[in-house]
Nanobody, 130 residues
Framework: QVQLVESGGGLVQAGGSLRLSCAAS????????MGWFRQAPGKEREFVAA????????YSADSVKGRFTISRDSVKNTVYLEMNSLKPEDTAVYYC???????????????????????WGQGTQVTVSS
């Protein structure tokens, strides 16, 4: 059974940092695209960041550019989201997701779409206090 488990969320003051991890099990995701999305109360789920299967290309939402960094460790089957200079508006449940296809380089805009991703984690809460 495919499973994605996020960890690393918590409560942090504005300006602080957190590092989210997403561990995959049930199959190897080292050849699949992976992404992070978030959903704040009363809002739709939104794209945060994504990384191509090779790790050579990354994509970030404008709202987090320069502050958040996505990376992956294919040996550990894990993707990370390093979040710096956190703001109260970053408060949300953060979800990781992955694609069931392998070794496919999509055009950039596809990584932003939730429909690209077939497997989702349960989410981890990030709360940034002002």
């Amino acid at each position: 059974q495919v499973q994605l488990v996020e960890s690393g969320g918590g409560l942090v003051q504005a300006g602080g940092s957190l590092r989210l991890s997403c561990a995959a099990s049930g199959r190897t995701f080292s050849s699949s695209a992976m992404g992070w999305f978030r959903q704040a109360p009363g809002k739709e789920r939104e794209f945060v960041a994504a990384i191509s299967w090779s790790g050579k290309r990354t994509y970030s939402a404008d709202s987090v550019k320069g502050r958040f960094t996505i990376s992956r460790d294919s040996v550990k089957n894990t993707v990370y989201l390093e979040m710096n200079s956190l703001k109260p508006e970053d408060t949300a449940v953060y979800y990781c997701a992955t694609d069931r296809s392998m070794r496919i380089d999509y055009s950039g805009e596809n990584y932003y779409r939730p429909s690209l991703y077939d497997y989702w984690g349960q989410g981890t809460q990030v709360t940034v206090s002002s």
